[in-house]
């Protein structure tokens, strides 16, 4: 009941920038988390960053200093800047949300961030 469209993906070279984007919709509490997790393959799919409703955020170690996630409550949308970009960052990128309550959130179907050498 909560649907979640995210863009923005593409090709970046190293040190480059890239912003992404996602839209929620649907059945969403006025507590929740919303964030973004990656996947590369052969690698565990791992949180980059999170934040509540009241801006509560966490970051990978890996992405400190480099992304920052933010909100818009009105418009449920989540931004992903991800400034000094490395070639470890190629993953597929999913949006989430987490309504307060439940046991499982909500997933996009990705978007692929490829960031080359």
């Known amino acids: 009941q909560v649907q979640l469209v995210e863009s923005g993906g593409g090709l970046v070279q190293a040190g480059g920038s890239l912003r992404l984007s996602c839209a929620a919709s649907g059945r969403i509490s006025s507590f929740n988390v919303m964030g973004w997790d990656r996947q590369a393959p052969g690698k565990q799919r791992e949180l980059v960053a999170s934040i509540s409703n009241g801006g509560s955020t966490y970051y990978a170690d890996s992405v400190k200093g480099r992304f920052t996630i933010s909100r818009d409550n009105g418009k449920n949308t989540v931004n992903l800047q991800m400034n000094s970009l490395k070639p470890e960052d190629t993953a597929v990128y999913f949006c989430?949300?987490?309504?307060?309550?439940?046991?499982?959130?909500?997933w996009g179907q990705g978007t692929q961030v490829t960031v080359s050498s």
């Open positions: 989430s949300l987490s309504n307060a309550g439940y046991s499982l959130p909500y």
